[in-house]
Structures are given as C-alpha cells and as structure tokens.
C-alpha cells in the first residue's frame, strides 16, 4: 500500500510542474506580442502586402488603358483611312476601268444539297459566295499589314462584281438577323467579298436508267459585264501544310434522302460563252449524285414482284371455282395497274422507256398472263364437258337405234314366221328365203296365203298400231278400199311383190336424215385442263427468275459502261 502511494505522489509532482511550465511560456508569448517592437514588424509585413496588391492594380489599370487608348487610335486612323479612300470614289465604274479586265476570283463552301426533285428537274443548294478581287483605289498603307473587316453598309460605298446564276430557278441573300455579308480590306487594295447563297438550279436529267441512273447537276455562275470588262476564275487557295486546295469545298455532313452525294467528282470548268451582246465570262461547278436504290427496292420493285407472285396462286385453284380464281387475277391486274401509275405519278412526264419501267412491264405481263392462262382453262373446260355431254348423248342415241333395229327384226320375224321353214334361224338366212319369195311372185298373197292371210293381218295391225313397222307397211295393213276389194290378179301378185320389197326395205335399219349422225368423239373429251395449270406452276416462276436475271445483269452491264463513258469524256474535256 505505501509504495502504491509514493507512485501517486510522484505522478502528481510531474503533472504539477509541466502545467507551471505551461503557463509560464504562455505569459511570456502574450508579453511579446503586445510590445511596440512586436507591432512594428506586423504593421511592416501588412505594409508590404497592401503596397505589391497596390502596385498590381496600378500595373493592370496602366495596361488597360493602354490598350484603350491604342484601340482609339486604331480606330481614328481606320476612319481616316476608309474616310480617305471614299474621298474620290467612284463605285460606278471598275477597277482598271479603261485598261485591263478585272479578275474576280471565286471559291465556294456548299453547306447543304438537296432536296432533288425529278419532277422539276431540278437541285438545291446553300452555300457560301466568296469572291475576291483587287481594286488599286482601295489601296492603304498600314505598318501591320492587317485586313479591314468592314459591315455591309460599306458595300454600297464601293464596286461590287455583277455575278448572277443564269440558270437558276430561285436564288436569294440569306438577311437573318443581320445581312450573312462578309467584307473585307487588304492593304495591297485587296477586296474579299462573301455572303450566304441558297440557289433553286435547273438539273437536265437523264431518267433512262433510272432508279440505276447516276445524275450530274451543274451550278453556273456568270457575271453581267463582257470578257473585256471582267473575267471569272476559280482561286486556288493552299492549305496549312502546304497542299492545294479545291476551289469548291463541301461540308462533310451532307446526306440526301434519295442520293449520294459522290464529294470526288466535283468539276470545276471556266470558260466564255458567246451572245450576241459579247462574250462573257462563266463558271460551272458540276456535282454527281448517285440514287440510292434501296428505296426504290423496298418499295417498287418488291411490291411488283409480290403481286407478280400472288397471280399464280390461281394456278393452285380449282378451274371449276371461277369466282375465286377471277376475283384473285383481276384484283392483281388492278394492283399492279395502280402501283405503276403511283410511281409515274411522282416523276416527270418523258418519253424515255426507264428501267423502272422495262420491270414493271415486265410484271404486268406475267400478272395479265396468269389472267389469260385463266380464260384458256375455263374456255377448254367447257368445251370439254360440252365434248363429253355430245358424247354421251350420241351413245344414248345409238343405243336406243339398236334396240328398235332388233325389236323390228324381231317382229318380222313373227310376222313372217308362218311363211317360212323353221329352220330358218339367222337374220341372214331369212332376208334371204324373203328375197326368193318376192322373185318368185309369192308372198302375202302367193302360196297358203288363204290361210295365213287372216292372221298375218291381224297381227300386222296389232303391231303397226304399237309404231313398230313403217309407215307405208300401217298403211297396208289399214287397208284402202281399192286394195281390200281388188281380187288377186297376176299384175297384183307382182305389185304386192313391190309393196312388200318396199316395206320389208323400210323396215330395215337405216340411217335417220332428220338428225345429225352421231358425231366422231372431239379431241376435246380426252384433253385434261388441269395439265395446263400444272405446265403454268413450272413455267411462270422459271421464266420470271430467268428474266429477273438478265435485267439485272445487263443494266449493271449499262450502268458500268456508262459511268467509265462519262469519265472518259470528261478526260477529253479537261
């Protein structure tokens, strides 16, 4: 417990003496900052930071109005300048007037093409104008060689090039907000003149290939004084490493709906056309633009080959559901009537046969066969069924024939039965026992006719009356007075002999001359239409592909021959 304590004690002691060093060292330092000396040296470092803060806001004040005071001197001595130079200006006559023709050089920066429009044959295009030329009495003089960029009101202070588009349709400044104007002075006496252009041009186009075609749409520029005047050229500007540049840039941010743009064929020509009122100085910039045919695809061709395809569904039809069948090929016929007339609807009225055309041709012809193909099967199915009911008809006829042939011959069998041999069996052997009684004068009133007589007229009118024997043997058997009283003579034996060739002649089976004869059976009733329907589902889809191929193939042959065409032509032109 005692050495706990003395341990206590000892931490106390220590605890004790650093709280009174503590607070010793804390008075000493509150002394040292409140003595004077101690003030003097804060105040001087204060001092000091207020003067450097000081002196740069003086420095910055001093530069700025520096530059304020150059810029107004810039200024003055602009205005002395431009004022000096409008002086003795003349904007109404050129620069060189009187000697040599003014060059006005030309670049152009398109910003945007299209839309193409194929029914007005033409293009359009926004760009930015820039012109340059040097005018001798703009000329100042200036230490920094530095350009004047001016407003747009100074343009009507100075000359401007007369530069039109002859062969636009519609053209203007853009002005929002301010005229999209550009000027610019060099001190050699240079001018650059820009502004925003948007131009409605005339684009010839040739729609023979079309939708395959490739269309070339020139912009003209001309300028309304005379070669002698003024002549027009295409600067060649050089870029930041040294290459030429074109004359006319495109912004790579061009996409048409319908084309595209090719940005390695612009051509740039200058050249002079001559009128009646002089010569002139013209420009052109030509631009190729390549139609897209996937569009045209989507929406010509597979619809066309579609229809194409649903007319031969009739093939597969039964020829006996007419309705069906006419209703499928008619309504194809219509569609792809309509189909044509929408898109020709959207294209200038030409004489040209296009392409577009040539298929589609091509498609209304296999539609308006499918129909055709239709007509023909009905038409030799009637035909045939007609060929089969005069068949029938004919074997129904001869049949019936037949019967009353053997029903005759059966009742002159009966008939002539008691005055012939028993055995007489065949119709043969009785035509011809009959044929030797008429030549020997015997017959219904020869030998044992006293006796037969009576039952042989009996029976003669029994089946004369059912319409079995011929008219002339009833007549017979009705009996005339002049017959029935006649006694038998010699001469009557010899007629009787006649009447009975005559009527036995008539009972015989003879060829009816009231009624056609049966007719020979038609190639028709052994014809199967559905054969034809079974040639078309073969033939019609065979052939299409086949022509299918040979379009393609050879208007990409064209197409191919025609582009390095143009691209020779355009060597020579060069």
Known sequence: ?????????????????????????THRRRQERSSPQSRRVRSTAQDS??????????????????????????????????SSLLQDYDSRLRPQFGGEPVEVRVTIHVDSLGPISETDMSFRVDFA????????????ADQSNESITLSHEFLEKIWLPDTYFPESLSANKHSVMVPNILLRLSPDGGVLYSCRVTVVSKCPMNLKYFPLDTQSCSLLIEDGYTAKDLKLSWKQEVDEQGQPKEAVQVAESIELSQFEFISDDIITQAFELKFSTGNFSDLQVTFKFERTLLYFVLQSYVPATLIVKLSWVSFWVDPRSIPARASLAITTVLTMITLMGTVNSQLPKVSNIKALDVYFGMCFFYVFGAL??????????????????????AEKAAKETQEAEQNRLKVLKEVDGLAMPSNL??????????????????????????????????????????????????RTMSGTPSTASTAPTPGNVSRGAFNRQSTFDEATPKKSNSGSPPSSPSCWSNFDVLKIDNYSRVMFPSTFLVLNLLYWGAYTNIMNTVTHADAEQEDHSF
């Not at 417990?1 to 060292?25: G, T």
């Not at 104008?129 to 100042?140: A, I, M, N, S, V």
């Not at 065949?426 to 026992?433: F, K, P, S, V």
């Not at 009576?454 to 009356?465: A, K, R, T, Y």
């Open 49 to 82: 930071v207020l003067m450097e803060s000081t002196s740069y806001t003086d420095a910055n004040v001093a530069r700025d109005r520096e530059i304020e005071l150059r810029r107004q001197a810039k200024m003055f001595k602009t205005s002395s300048i431009l």
């Open 1 to 25: 417990m005692r050495p706990l304590c003395v341990v206590v004690f000892a931490w106390v002691n220590i605890v004790a003496v650093w709280c009174d060093q503590y607070a010793s060292e």
């Open 372 to 393: 055709i193909e239709f007509s023909a099967v009905c038409y030799l199915d009637k035909n045939r069924q007609k060929s089969n009911a005069r068949k029938k008809e």
């Open 425 to 474: 069996n065949n119709n043969e052997d009785i035509l011809t026992h009959r044929s030797s009684l008429y030549s020997t004068g015997l017959g219904m009133n020869g030998v044992g006719s006293d006796q037969q007589q009576p039952l042989l007229n009996n029976n003669c009118s029994q089946i004369g009356s059912m319409g079995l024997l011929p008219r002339s043997l009833n």
């Open 129 to 140: 104008f820039r012109q340059y030329w040097y005018d001798k009495r703009l000329e100042f």
